[in-house]
C-alpha cells in the first residue's frame, strides 16, 4: 500500500456529523475517498483488506445516493465507473474539491437562457454540473481561470453562429467520457475550425 497517501479525517468526522452516512462503514468512507483520489489500486486493495465485493460496495454507495454507477462493473476499480454525486462531493475539505462551490454559480451563469439543444436547455442547474466538474477537475487540472476562460471561447464561438450547434453545459464538461471542455482549455487563445460537428444532446 501507498503510505504516502493522506486520509482527511476531518472529512470522516464531517460525514458523520450528516444524517444517514452513520449508517455507513468507516471503509466505505475510506473506499470513496481513494477512488475520489484517482487511486483506484488502493481502492482495491482496501476492499480486499474488508473481505469485500466492489460491486456488492458500488451499488450501496448508488443506493445511498453518493455515487451514480455510469458503466458496467469490472473486477477492478478503475476511471470511468462512476460519478460522484454533490452528497458525497460536499463533504470533502476545501483543498480536495478545489473550491469548485465557491464559483460554479458563475461558470453556470456564463451559459444563455432560452437557448436550447434539441429539446434540452443548454444552461443547466449548479446541482447537475457540480459533480461533472469536480470529476473534470479531478482528471484534468485546470485552474478555475483556464476553465472560465475555454468556456467564454467556446460561447463566443456558438454565439457568432446564432447558438447553432451548442452543446449543454453537462455535456460540454463530459460527454460519453471524453470532454469538449477539455479541448479548449488545451487550446486557450487558438481559433476553432470546428464548423460542423454537432455535440448537442441527443433528443
Same mark, same amino acid.
Given at each position: 500500500?501507498?503510505?504516502?497517501?493522506?486520509?482527511?479525517?476531518?472529512?470522516?468526522?464531517?460525514?458523520?456529523?450528516?444524517?444517514?452516512? &452513520? *449508517?455507513?462503514?468507516?471503509?466505505?468512507?475510506? &473506499?470513496?475517498?481513494?477512488?475520489?483520489?484517482?487511486?483506484?489500486?488502493?481502492?482495491?486493495?482496501?476492499?480486499?483488506?474488508?473481505?469485500?465485493?466492489?460491486?456488492?460496495?458500488?451499488? *450501496?454507495?448508488e443506493s445511498a445516493s453518493y455515487i451514480k454507477i455510469i458503466?458496467?462493473?469490472?473486477?477492478?476499480?478503475?476511471?470511468?465507473?462512476?460519478?460522484?454525486?454533490?452528497? +458525497?462531493?460536499?463533504?470533502?475539505?476545501?483543498?480536495?474539491?478545489?473550491?469548485?462551490?465557491?464559483?460554479?454559480?458563475?461558470?453556470?451563469?456564463?451559459?444563455?437562457?432560452?437557448?436550447?439543444?434539441?429539446?434540452?436547455?443548454?444552461?443547466?442547474?449548479?446541482?447537475?454540473?457540480?459533480? *461533472?466538474?469536480?470529476?473534470?477537475?479531478?482528471?484534468?487540472? +485546470?485552474?478555475?481561470?483556464?476553465?472560465?476562460?475555454?468556456?467564454?471561447?467556446?460561447?463566443?464561438?456558438?454565439?457568432?453562429?446564432?447558438?447553432?450547434?451548442?452543446?449543454?453545459?453537462?455535456y460540454f464538461i463530459f460527454k460519453d467520457n471524453v470532454s469538449?471542455?477539455?479541448?479548449?482549455?488545451?487550446?486557450?487563445?487558438?481559433?476553432?475550425?470546428?464548423?460542423?460537428?454537432? &455535440?448537442?444532446?441527443?433528443?
Amino acid at each position: 500500500m501507498n503510505n504516502n497517501i493522506q486520509i482527511d479525517f476531518e472529512f470522516l468526522k464531517n460525514a458523520y456529523k450528516i444524517k444517514g452516512l &452513520f *449508517r455507513l462503514h468507516p471503509e466505505l468512507l475510506i &473506499f470513496m475517498y481513494l477512488v475520489y483520489l484517482n487511486e483506484y489500486d488502493e481502492a482495491d486493495n482496501w476492499v480486499k483488506s474488508c473481505d469485500g465485493n466492489l460491486r456488492t460496495i458500488l451499488q *450501496r454507495l448508488e443506493s445511498a445516493s453518493y455515487i451514480k454507477i455510469i458503466s458496467e462493473i469490472p473486477d477492478k476499480m478503475c476511471e470511468e465507473i462512476l460519478d460522484f454525486k454533490p452528497e +458525497f462531493t460536499n463533504l470533502l475539505p476545501l483543498s480536495s474539491n478545489q473550491g469548485i462551490e465557491s464559483w460554479i454559480k458563475e461558470w453556470v451563469e456564463l451559459w444563455p437562457s432560452g437557448v436550447k439543444a434539441g429539446s434540452y436547455y443548454v444552461k443547466t442547474s449548479e446541482k447537475d454540473i457540480l459533480p *461533472r466538474m469536480n470529476k473534470f477537475i479531478k482528471k484534468y487540472k +485546470f485552474s478555475k481561470e483556464t476553465i472560465i476562460a475555454a468556456t467564454k471561447q467556446y460561447l463566443a464561438e456558438r454565439k457568432a453562429q446564432n447558438w447553432a450547434y451548442t452543446t449543454c453545459a453537462d455535456y460540454f464538461i463530459f460527454k460519453d467520457n471524453v470532454s469538449r471542455l477539455a479541448g479548449y482549455c488545451t487550446n486557450l487563445g487558438t481559433k476553432s475550425q470546428d464548423k460542423t460537428t454537432d &455535440f448537442s444532446k441527443e433528443v
